[in-house]
């Protein structure tokens, strides 16, 4: 059973940054790949970045060289730094997991309950 929280979304005007946090439950975190999603009002969720067991990363084109996705596997906790943010960064932020392949088939199965990023112009 995983439980997914996420923190540290808020205001940021243009061009600042911004870490999100997810803290994450269970026993396999370690073994598992996770992921950041994102979904602004009246859109679909998209993925934005993910990350391995091993670390190795994928990330969606526009956020390259802005974004940095990271873990920590002794604390359970994966993060998104945003570097250089846009007004249409603006959405609400998810945490997922998936199984040890997901970071390269981009196949996620469950999310956290998100959290808000607003980007100022």
């Known amino acids: 059973q995983v439980q997914l929280v996420e923190s540290g979304g808020g205001l940021v005007q243009a061009g600042g940054s911004l870490r999100l946090s997810c803290a994450a439950s269970?026993?396999?975190?370690?073994?598992?790949?996770m992921g950041w999603y994102r979904q602004a009002p009246g859109k679909q969720r998209e993925l934005v970045a993910a990350?391995?067991?091993?670390?190795?990363?994928y990330y969606a084109d526009s956020m390259k060289g802005r974004f940095t996705i990271s873990r920590d596997n002794a604390k359970n906790t994966v993060y998104l730094q945003m570097n250089s943010l846009k007004p249409e960064d603006t959405a609400v932020y998810y945490c997922s997991t998936g199984t040890n392949t997901a970071w390269r088939t981009l196949q996620f199965t469950s999310w956290g309950q998100g959290t808000q990023v607003t980007v100022s112009s």
């Open positions: 990350i391995g067991p091993g670390r190795s990363t």
């Open positions: 269970g026993s396999t975190f370690s073994i598992n790949s």
